[in-house]
Structure formats: C-alpha cells, structure tokens
C-alpha cells in the first residue's frame, strides 16, 4: 500500500527484475513517468534490477506500475514488488546513477 499524502498523492517504490539492462528499460520508464506527470527516479541496481520510485496521483501512478510490468519491447520483467515510500523531494522525474 503506498503512502497518501495531505492532497491526495501516492508514493510508491517499485522494484522490477528480469532482462531489463541493456534494453532502455530506465529511458523508457523515465519517458512514461514523465508523459503521465509523476516525480520520483529511477535507477540500475548491481543485481541487474531496475529501481523506481513513483509519485503523484493515484490513476497514474497505478498506471506506471502496471506499464512496468511490460516494459519496452526488448524487456522481459519476470517480477514487480511494490512498497511503501516518502514522497520525493524534487518536483519532476529524474534518470538516477546505478547503486549497488
């Protein structure tokens, strides 16, 4: 269940596994957040997940996670968990560095 804030809005960290680097999998996330008006990040972990934290309103941002299931044409997501997160700071979607 994600986090509501005071207007409304939801946080969510979501964490998508399978063949996902080296297939523009954080572009292409990073574009549909954006087109769907949400902040947050994402980023490439050490063990080949993609990491993501999503905010905004809840029709999109259940939305984004339901188009990660899928990803771009050249993924192949085996597994999406979904959790509890603090509404961001910043105030638009970025590209994050890889962490480990």
Request: with cysteine; charged share 25%.
């Amino acid at each position: 269940m994600p986090v509501v804030s005071e207007d409304g809005e939801i946080a969510c960290l979501v964490r998508i596994s399978g063949r996902l680097q080296g297939v523009w999998y954080r572009g292409w996330t990073c574009d549909e957040a954006v087109q769907r008006g949400l902040t947050g990040w994402v980023r490439n972990r050490g063990d080949s997940s993609v990491e993501a934290l999503f905010a905004g309103p809840a029709g999109p941002v259940e939305e984004m996670i339901n188009a990660c299931r899928q990803g771009p044409p050249a993924a192949e997501v085996l597994k999406v968990e979904i959790e509890k997160a603090d509404m961001p700071e910043q105030r638009r979607f970025e590209l994050r560095p890889s962490a480990q």
